[in-house]
């Protein structure tokens, strides 16, 4: 009956046939495979049909997308680990696990994405909208060609990841760990940050921060090139054994930030604003400004 699923899960996909219409050839389906059992097989886990029906008391839209994660499920191996090409709209989505996988092309509108964990995988094409990502990790892997646009990350982890050509509108990133990672062309328009981490030899390069806030971020043992920081505030911001190079700060706002062992070259500073002073070196951060 998989096949049957699977074709009637593609035409809803495909807008050939709506939600209510895919739920009830599914139940017409699921019966009529039970009529055809004369000795059903006893089974210690519940049977799928019995699965349907349960779901399909809990709302139509709930039982086609419990029915397409089986689907899913079933085919992954077949489908040669790639998740993609998907549009989610008003929906909770709890993501595929893996290893060598591809997560790419997929639109999100309005929902909510968790537990998303990928290692040695491609993160790409992917647009999130008024959406929210929670509890992700990637792991020596690639988040590439995505955008985040009033939408939230939350507790998301990314070791030995690269992030490129990712462009953030009206986010916010919270409690976000970046450890031996690299940023690269990442635009960064109105984000609120807090409780970010990059650390050990992450890279920033060639990315650009318009009217962001950061509160509570730490840059420890990374190095920042290339990147231009325009009308942003840093609160309570701590950078430690870092390296900023070929950078720009224009409007900027320093309330209570910490500076220890940075190498500052070729940084041009514009209209910046220190409150709360804590700095504490890096020349006492050139004696304030006065570079």
Avoid at 115 to 136: D, Q
Avoid at 257 to 277: P, Y
Wanted: hydrophobic fraction near 35%; include cysteine; glycine fraction near 6%.
């Amino acid at each position: 009956m998989k096949e049957e699923i699977l074709k009637i899960l593609e035409m809803n996909k495909n807008g050939i046939i709506n939600d209510a219409e895919a739920a009830e050839l599914l139940a017409t389906l699921q019966q009529g495979d039970k009529d055809t059992k004369k000795e059903p097989k006893a089974e210690t886990a519940e049977p799928l049909e019995d699965k349907f029906e349960r779901n399909l008391k809990s709302g139509i839209t709930d039982f086609v997308s419990t029915v397409l994660n089986k689907a899913l499920g079933d085919v992954e191996k077949s489908l040669g680990q790639k998740y993609g090409d998907n549009r989610f709209n008003l929906s909770k989505v709890e993501q595929p696990k893996g290893e060598d996988f591809s997560f790419e092309d997929n639109s999100f509108q309005v929902a909510n994405v968790t537990g998303l964990e990928l290692k040695s995988s491609r993160f790409c094409e992917n647009s999130f909208n008024a959406s929210n990502a929670k509890n992700l990790s990637l792991s020596d892997s690639r988040l590439e060609d995505c955008s985040f646009n009033g939408s939230s990350l939350e507790e998301v982890m990314f070791i030995g990841a690269k992030v490129s050509d990712v462009n953030f509108h009206g986010a916010k990133i919270l409690k976000l760990l970046m450890n031996n990672s690299s940023v690269v062309d990442v635009s960064f328009h109105g984000v609120n940050f807090k409780g970010v981490d990059f650390l050990n030899q992450t890279k920033i390069s060639d990315c650009a921060f318009h009217g962001s806030n950061m509160n509570q971020t730490q840059f420890d043992n990374c190095m920042i090139v290339d990147a231009k920081f325009h009308g942003v505030s840093f609160k309570e911001t701590t950078l430690e054994n870092c390296s900023v190079k070929d950078a720009e700060l224009s409007d900027v706002k320093l309330i209570g930030c910490r500076l220890k062992n940075v190498h500052l070259n070729d940084v041009r500073v514009r209209g910046v604003v220190l409150e709360n002073q804590e700095i504490n070196s890096t020349e006492e951060f050139l004696k304030l400004l006065k570079v």
